[in-house]
């Protein structure tokens, strides 16, 4: 009942910038948090950053003060601007929806991730 598209991915240098995108589709009453995972090789997914429906923002240690998580409620999308990558930074990301359908029932919804790849 809900769908998520992700654009952005890319291989860029260390240091360069990258901007992603997810947007929200379906049977959507509402959204409530919207964030981003990244998942590389061999590791555990883990939060990079998350976002309230009331702007509230998480940013896991190693990425604050590089990237910036946004919201349009409008457009049903959430954004990840990501400054000064680092070759650790390498990983699929993965945006995440929790969402009110218009059945009143909770979907926690996963993108279909994008590779980001940086280059040292």
């Known amino acids: 009942q809900v769908q998520l598209v992700e654009s952005g991915g890319g291989l860029v240098q260390a240091g360069g910038s990258l901007r992603l995108s997810c947007a929200a589709s379906?049977?959507?009453?509402?959204?409530?948090?919207m964030g981003w995972y990244r998942q590389a090789p061999g590791k555990q997914r883990e939060l990079v950053a998350t976002i309230s429906s009331g702007g509230s923002i998480n940013y896991a240690d190693s990425v604050k003060g590089r990237f910036t998580i946004s919201r349009d409620n409008a457009k049903k999308t959430v954004y990840l601007q990501m400054n000064s990558l680092k070759p650790e930074d390498t990983a699929v990301y993965y945006c995440?929806?929790?969402?009110?359908?218009?059945?009143?029932?909770?979907?926690?919804?996963w993108g279909q991730g994008t590779q980001v790849t940086v280059s040292s």
């Open positions: 379906g049977s959507i009453l509402s959204i409530n948090a």
């Open positions: 995440n929806v929790m969402v009110l359908s218009t059945t009143f029932s909770y979907f926690n919804s």
